[in-house]
């Protein structure tokens, strides 16, 4: 069986071309502020696609479903087509699913609930043991939810939850920089935002088949490139003498006597001439890499192998 991801397409789904696939699954914001006109043109184009099998969760900028249920549901009902999971699961061919929408505290935005709190726990705790494929909104805790390399967004609770229910795949969205895949030895994570942090359709769906229990994703290669881009991006932003480090660079007599003049001329030390050259190298490794990465939505995927919880 062949799943095709997506999530977080925020009304940029008209153009797509999506692989073909058995099982086509959308983890929530669809759309950009959940009206039910935007939600109609969604779910209109979601149920012509040709994938015999269409799962959807909302996410926080779905408001309908969360504000008005009664008319998603009219409007869901439309589409026979269109699996809608919100607390609740499908078997299809004996596969698994389960799906929801919640996640900690965000913004003021729909389907928010306190961190840390017994309604985010009683929420989790629904999640039934032998589900095989897991579709959240949001990501657990520590796995594909940081944004540019900072704190870690996603939920406590469900990470725990996870490490009881132990899913075969844990499909989310919510943050767009988090896009790429994570395997422990459990767990295959995908974080299928179809948007970057600047709301660019540039994400590619991510594309795996499920046979007799094994995983196996399409398309992504162990790749450094984006974590090496964060720490560039750390580095040429650091400040303060305690986050500097130390590199030794062997110059000829001729380079050191040039440079110096030059340090001299701007009224700089040679150090401090070394490290603008030093900084404004690294920000223009950055940006040649943003550059490349923004092209396309046949970039590569990022992947990385991680501890299982528990």
Same mark, same amino acid.
């Given at each position: 069986m062949r799943f095709i991801c997506i999530s977080d397409t925020h009304m940029s789904h008209r153009g797509f071309s999506l692989p073909h696939g058995d099982v086509l699954i959308h983890a929530g914001d669809a759309t950009s502020t959940g009206t039910p006109d935007e939600v109609d043109r969604f779910l209109r184009w979601f149920a012509a696609q040709a994938h015999p099998h269409k799962i959807l969760i909302a996410g926080n900028h779905d408001w309908i479903y969360q504000k008005d249920p009664e008319r998603a549901t009219g409007l869901l009902a439309k589409y026979p087509e269109i699996t809608y999971l919100q607390d609740s699961g499908v078997t299809i061919d004996g596969v698994r699913f389960w799906g929801s929408p919640w996640q900690p505290w965000f913004m003021d935005w729909a389907f928010n609930l306190p961190r840390n709190g017994e309604k985010l726990m009683e929420t989790w705790g629904l999640i039934p043991e032998g589900t095989d494929v897991l579709i959240t909104h949001g990501p657990p805790h520590g796995v594909l939810d940081q944004v540019h390399g900072g704190e870690h967004l996603g939920c406590e609770q469900l990470k725990l939850r996870l490490g009881v229910v132990r899913p075969k795949v844990h499909i989310f969205g919510h943050i767009h920089d988090g896009y790429g895949v994570a395997?422990?030895? +459990? =767990? =295959?994570?995908?974080?299928?935002?179809?948007?970057?942090?600047?709301?660019? +359709?540039?994400?590619?769906?991510?594309?795996?088949?499920?046979? %007799?229990?094994?995983?196996?994703?399409?398309?992504?290669?162990?790749?450094?490139?984006?974590?090496?881009?964060?720490?560039?991006?750390?580095?040429?932003?650091? =400040?303060?003498?305690?986050?500097k480090q130390t590199m030794e660079v062997q110059l000829s #007599?001729?380079?050191?006597?040039?440079?110096? #003049?030059?340090?001299?001329?701007?009224?700089?030390?040679? %150090?401090?001439?070394? #490290?603008?050259? +030093? &900084?404004?190298? &690294?920000h223009a490794d950055v940006a040649k890499y943003s550059r490349v990465e923004g092209k396309s939505r046949n970039r590569s995927i990022p992947f990385k192998v991680i501890e299982d919880e528990g």
């Open positions: 395997q422990s030895e +459990a =767990t =295959t994570y995908i974080n299928a935002c179809t948007c970057t942090e600047q709301y660019q +359709a540039l994400n590619r769906p991510i594309v795996f088949d499920f046979n %007799e229990g094994q995983v196996a994703v399409q398309g992504v290669e162990a790749n450094p490139r984006k974590e090496w881009l964060e720490n560039l991006r750390g580095l040429a932003e650091a =400040t303060g003498e305690g986050l #007599e001729v380079h050191v006597q040039a440079l110096s #003049e030059m340090a001299k001329h701007r009224g700089m030390t040679l %150090e401090a001439l070394l #490290e603008h050259y +030093a &900084l404004r190298g &690294l």
